[in-house]
T-cell receptor, first 113, second 117 residues
Framework: AQSVTQLDSQVPVFEEAPVELRCNYS??????LFWYVQYPNQGLQLLLK??????LVESINGFEAEFNKSQTSFHLRKPSVHISDTAEYFC???????????FGQGTELSVKP | NAGVMQNPRHLVRRRGQEARLRCSPM?????VYWYRQLPEEGLKFMVY????????ESGMPKERFSAEFPKEGPSILRIQQVVRGDSAAYFC???????????????FGPGTRLLVL
């Protein structure tokens, strides 16, 4: 069965520090990868996605993620975080063009001044 | 803002009552997905629907839960005879449903938070 593992449940960092949120998936077939962000008591917002093409994808607010097929990873990075980045981040996959998203457990990013 | 709409945002039910959760997809979207987020857990897929058709219900509990997406009107997730373990946030997502698309991005609503007393 396909699964997504987010290795860190909580990541505390100071403002302007770099951050990496780790995501690994298990699947032997085609996967399509997503990062969503959830602010408190809100729904999920799409941050970025990898469907095909360049393995490095970027969001408009400075996040980037790189699809690494050999390591089955899709880690999320930002070189300098802001207080407003405090939220929960979910990595997810769609397997083999199926409809459903399979989510990781989430990583709570806490940015401190 | 023509995003995904869900109502109610909060719903309180007593054990044994019925809960009806509504989802209006983004304008132009014909595919709807329901997910459940239990406390301290990630989101779990429940069901995937097109208009008048269930595509994948592999995540739906076998009893008490049902979903529909009629030709007209919102998608409904119905939970009969609720129990305390049904307390969770229920999220709806939609996608365009473009024929031949490699894979579609799902856009999420704000969720309905169900509390069963």
């Amino acid at each position: 069965a396909q699964s997504v593992t987010q290795l860190d449940s909580q990541v505390p960092v100071f403002e302007e520090a770099p951050v990496e949120l780790r995501c690994n998936y298990s699947s032997s077939v085609s996967v399509y990868l997503f990062w969503y962000v959830q602010y408190p008591n809100q729904g999920l917002q799409l941050l970025l996605k990898y469907l095909s093409g360049s393995t490095l994808v970027e969001s408009i607010n400075g996040f980037e993620a790189e699809f690494n097929k050999s390591q089955t990873s899709f880690h999320l990075r930002k070189p300098s975080v802001h207080i407003s980045d405090t939220a929960e981040y979910f990595c997810a996959v769609i397997v083999n063009q199926g409809g459903k998203l399979i989510f990781g457990q989430g990583t709570e990013l806490s940015v401190k001044p | 803002n023509a995003g995904v709409m869900q109502n109610p945002r909060h719903l309180v039910r007593r054990r044994g009552q019925e809960a009806r959760l509504r989802c209006s997809p983004m304008k132009g979207h014909s595919h709807v997905y329901w997910y459940r987020q239990l406390p301290e857990e990630g989101l779990k897929f429940m069901v995937y629907l097109q208009k008048e058709n269930i595509i994948d219900e592999s995540g739906m509990p076998k009893e008490r839960f049902s979903a529909e997406f009629p030709k007209e009107g919102p998608s409904i997730l119905r939970i009969q005879q609720v129990v305390r373990g049904d307390s969770a946030a229920y999220f709806c997502a939609s996608s365009p449903g473009i024929s031949g698309a490699l894979v579609e991005t799902q856009y999420f609503g704000p969720g309905t938070r169900l509390l069963v007393l």
